[in-house]
């Protein structure tokens, strides 16, 4: 049996089947999110007929992983960065357009399934508690204990990239001001470094300019700084063994080598000065999503992989 998955991002969506273990395929497009809803779906449709004849058969079933959550009530698509989500049928809308079954969960959910299955669950060993954090586009968390996501009663377990950093911040498109996710998610940071130096640049030149230009310095500085007081109440709450970080922002290495100086200040531990939990890059790649999403169609063993 071939397992499909989509990995639905801010910025671009992936694709990939799974057979026996083996990846038969894995191919990204751009998201075209500013073009609209339908845009989306019908570049997925195009896809999925793409991807159906390269490997000589249309899906029984296609795991998403998306922004957002479906409510549990409506089945209908909140809290999605992607805006032109929120509020639509998306799982029955796919469904309908790809004549096939539709499952989906929370992208951030699939990332954190797919480390604890093959990524960091077997560099590791059993993992009682597993954290992942997508830091991109925007910023999300998947919790999963003992191998199982937790979604919770609402449907928005995770969801620590809306809690409030700063009291006077920016608005978020989630209508609250000073949200995780506008303080440390790429877009944010950018924002920021152009506020600050009067020009724009990407979150890799910001970084490649830190080591000698005082606003790179400052935004990445802004950057471990808010992460470490956002992260620390988390870990206070869920103490997860492992924190995996996944997404464009996940990928600076300050992150990793400065983390303990920015957490522990925030961390109710008795003053020990000692952290415990791991903090790690994904196994699986950047976008270890889509492995999770495959997983939605149902369990399989993963023999290999690429990042």
Not at 70 to 98: E, H
Not at 224 to 232: C, E, K, P
Request: hydrophobic share 40%; glycine share 14%; with cysteine.
């Amino acid at each position: 049996m071939k397992h499909w998955g989509i990995d639905l991002g801010g910025t671009k969506t992936e694709i990939i089947v799974i057979e026996n273990g083996r990846v038969l395929i894995r191919r990204r497009i751009p998201t075209s999110g500013r073009e609209g809803y339908p845009t989306i779906l019908q570049g997925i449709s195009t896809l999925v007929r793409d991807v159906s004849s390269e490997v000589g058969s249309s899906p029984e079933s296609i795991g998403f992983g998306t922004p957002g959550s479906l409510d549990p009530k409506t089945g209908l698509l909140r809290n999605s960065n992607t805006t032109c989500l929120n509020g639509m049928a998306l799982a029955d809308d796919l469904g309908d357009i790809l004549g096939t079954e539709v499952v989906l969960a929370n992208d951030a959910n699939c990332f954190a399934l797919a480390e604890a299955r093959w990524g960091v669950g077997r560099r590791f060993g059993p993992i009682e508690s597993l954290l992942g954090l997508i830091l991109g586009t925007g910023v999300g968390a998947g919790f999963v204990v003992h191998g199982k996501p937790i979604i919770g009663t609402n449907g928005n377990s995770g969801e620590w990239g809306h809690n409030p950093l700063e009291h006077d911040g920016v608005l978020c498109y989630c209508g609250r001001t000073g949200c995780v996710e506008t303080v440390i998610s790429g877009p944010a940071l950018e924002s920021h470094y152009k506020s600050t130096a009067g020009v724009a640049r990407t979150l890799e030149e910001i970084v490649e300019r830190a080591p000698f230009e005082v606003a790179a310095s400052k935004t990445i500085e802004r950057l471990v700084s808010g992460f470490g007081r956002a992260l620390a109440s988390v870990i206070n709450i869920l103490d997860p063994s492992v924190i995996v970080v996944g997404g464009g922002v996940g990928k600076i290495e300050t992150l990793y080598s400065r983390w303990p100086e920015y957490v522990l200040p925030h961390i109710f531990n008795g003053g020990s000065g000692e952290l415990r939990t791991k903090l790690t890059r994904p196994l699986l790649g950047d976008s270890a999503g889509v492995f999770g999403a495959a997983a939605l169609t149902g369990d399989f063993e993963l023999e290999e992989f690429a990042s």
